[in-house]
């Protein structure tokens, strides 16, 4: 952990330095491109030692794949390397080398190249196989149409911004940003001259990197704080539960729950502020004319913490991996979309029981509450005040669902899971059956359920 911590930092510095001095201005794409390659070795070199070598081999693998397969099944083959091997690696982490989940392994890069790896490969499989009519406007627009040399690939899948904490980002908007299209290409979305403007503004991510840091520093004051303070565990402390009515227990289970977030929250947000501070992660513009830096951003706090429907809680967590999800899964999968896309969350995650747990447990939530929305929502819309009331009631029951369905991710094994459920007596699993047992589900046409589907694959994606 304390290498994550000065590899992020370090990566920090360099970014900064990277986007003053290495500027494409300043540099030419090749030196961008080794630069990043470079210093993203020696930082995974440097936290993981030896380790890092599966990362290496992993990728290496897959250049091979992406040069010698055919394109109609480089994906396939691409996807099946790529998950095989972390697969494999998550076995042998937990149950040969006996690793605990809080030390810090080379797992979590492996699963963000993995992500990059297959991304990569439907992109180009996209590209180059197939024809513009049978791709959506997203395949068309990020579909890639050659196939990268040996530096582009490397930089894409090993960049010090990404290599150690992500996010996964599109290969055609990281070249972009090597080679110094990635702004322009996005300003150039927005008719400028009717604003004043008698040329393309400049912004600057400095703003940006500073703000997401200052959440950074928030979120480690809390997680030092609170999260050690308050662990998951003692939710199944005998003593605990013998001397602590129900609802007490339910709100000390979300007061764990909250201070089990915080080192995500540090995590993803300092991640995206390496990005920003290379320059990475131009949005566009928003309704008010502000900058958005956000291409890459995996979670709004704002969003979460306020959530009144479990939909929004999980629209705006992990968000990069969510993405990633609908476009090498949900969108190409021939039947079944929704169970796949769960099937292959489930896997890239890990092989600890508590993820199952929350992922079968997230599908009743997600359907129960898209049952309650469908039939009662429109009841409560007739005024000011039975709306509030409806916001306030939905937000403490989407808040107390959530923490629910994610205790046994952090808890992991069989046995404390099925404890902590026996313990609140299994409640929301009874109340969601009924509710879809006793709520009509209306009928929905084949867009509107796609969409819902995908809101619904949302809810396994990682903490």
């Known amino acids: 952990q304390i290498n994550f911590v000065a590899c992020q930092l370090f990566a920090l510095l360099a970014a900064f330095w990277f986007r003053i001095y290495l500027s494409p201005s300043h540099a030419s794409s090749a030196v961008r ?25 992993l990728v290496m693998m897959n250049y091979g794949i992406m040069n010698m397969a055919s394109i109609p099944n480089i994906h396939r083959y691409s ?12 076995i042998s982490r937990i149950y040969i080398f006996h690793y605990g989940i809080l ?25 180059i196989g197939r024809q513009a009519e049978e791709l959506t406007a997203e395949q068309n627009r ?9 530096l582009e690939y490397l930089s894409y899948l090993l960049n010090f911004m990404s290599i150690i904490a992500g996010p996964c980002s599109n290969y055609k908007d990281y070249i972009a940003f090597i080679e110094g299209r990635h702004v322009h290409m996005k300003l150039l979305e927005v008719n400028w001259k009717q604003k004043g403007y008698d040329r393309l503004p400049d912004p600057s991510p400095t703003g940006a990197a500073v703000y997401k840091l200052c959440i950074t520093l928030v979120s480690l004051i809390l997680f030092l704080t609170l999260t050690k303070n ?11 539960l013998d001397e602590t009515p129900f609802l007490s227990r339910l ?13 995500y929250y540090f995590a993803w947000t300092l991640a995206d502020a390496v990005n920003n501070a290379a320059g ?19 979670l709004n706090i704002w969003n979460i913490e306020t959530a009144t429907s479990f939909k929004m809680y999980i629209e705006n967590w992990n968000i990069q991996t969510a993405a990633w999800l609908k476009r090498v899964c949900y969108d190409r999968a021939p039947w079944y979309p929704t169970a796949l896309t769960f099937i292959l969350s489930a896997l890239w995650h890990g092989i600890y029981p508590g993820y199952y747990f929350t992922f079968l447990t997230g599908i009743l939530m997600t359907l129960a509450a898209r049952a309650i929305r469908n039939n009662c929502r429109h009841y409560f819309l007739s005024s000011v005040p039975l709306k509030i009331g409806y916001d306030i009631v939905t937000w403490a029951i989407t808040q107390l669902a959530v923490c629910y369905t994610v205790a046994p991710f952090v808890m992991l094994a069989v046995e404390p899971t099925i404890k902590f459920y026996k313990s609140v007596y299994f409640h929301m699993h009874i109340l969601s059956i009924l509710v879809l047992l006793l709520l009509p589900i209306r009928p929905q046409t084949h867009s509107v359920r796609r969409a819902q589907d995908q809101a619904m694959l949302n809810s396994i994606k990682s903490k």
């Open 79 to 90: 996807f099946v390397v790529a998950m095989g091997y972390l697969t494999l690696c998550h």
């Open 251 to 263: 709100g000390y289970l979300y007061v764990v729950t909250q201070a089990a977030k915080p080192k």
């Open 103 to 127: 030390t810090t392994d080379f797992s979590g890069p492996l699963m963000i190249i993995t992500q990059k790896i297959t991304t990569l490969a439907c992109q180009l499989h996209d590209g």
């Open 230 to 240: 308050f662990p998951m565990a003692y939710i199944i402390d005998n003593e605990f």
């Open 280 to 298: 990475y992660g131009f949005s566009g513009v928003d309704e008010r004319g502000t900058f958005r830096w956000d291409l890459l951003s995996n």
């Open 33 to 57: 491109h080794a630069f990043a390659t470079l210093f993203g070795i020696y930082f995974a070199v440097f936290c993981f030692g030896w380790y890092s070598i599966h990362l290496f081999v």
């Open 142 to 150: 990020l579909a890639v149409k050659s196939r990268p040399s040996l």
